[in-house]
């Protein structure tokens, strides 16, 4: 477990207000005050992704996991950008990283499982979803990559029944899935 550092705790209150570019600013101040804490560079990288700025939070977390690779959390956020960006190679690679580090760990499982989406192996990402909501059943993102994973496979009734349960649970998963390249 990380404590928080003087280095990076007002950044925070600021990603907590929504207000990323001054936090952006703060991590660079903490950066340069310490350029061996990942932990500031793995928060500058979370900045960058709610921004949309993919790559730089790629650059960003890949700093942080070569400065700290027991960053569990870290390894996960950086398969789900790579994911997005189309890299999913690589993405599977960080996914099973963060599953070595927390076997246990919903949000894991859903991004490889949507890294698996992405990828077309369904079955795969199918298990990847089971196993996500059986640690979190109210995990909106895992019924919507089955319902979707499911259709393809041409179940159509398991397919539609998923979405309906992630869009009773997050009535816009839908246009978030789209924004990502999945429908």
Do not use: H, M
């Amino acid at each position: 477990i990380y404590t928080l550092s003087l280095l990076d705790a007002l950044p925070i209150s600021y990603e907590k207000k929504g207000e990323d570019d001054r936090a952006i600013q703060d991590f660079d101040a903490a950066i340069k005050l310490d350029p061996k804490y990942g932990r500031a560079f793995a928060n500058r990288a979370e900045a960058y992704q709610r921004k949309g700025d993919l790559e730089r939070a790629a650059e960003d977390y890949d700093v942080a996991l070569r400065l700290e690779p027991k960053l569990e959390s870290v390894w996960n956020a950086r398969c789900w950008v790579r994911a997005i960006l189309g890299q999913l190679q690589e993405a599977l690679a960080d996914c099973n990283a963060a599953l070595l580090l927390q076997p246990k760990d919903a949000a894991a499982y859903d991004t490889r499982g949507f890294t698996y989406l992405k990828s077309g192996k369904f079955d795969s990402a199918i298990d990847d979803y089971n196993n996500a909501l059986t640690l979190n059943p109210k995990l909106a993102s895992s019924f919507y990559g089955r319902g979707l994973a499911r259709l393809k496979k041409g179940d159509a009734t398991g397919g539609n029944a998923d979405l309906e349960a992630a869009k009773k649970l997050q009535a816009s998963i839908a246009d978030t899935f789209s924004r990502y390249g999945v429908r």
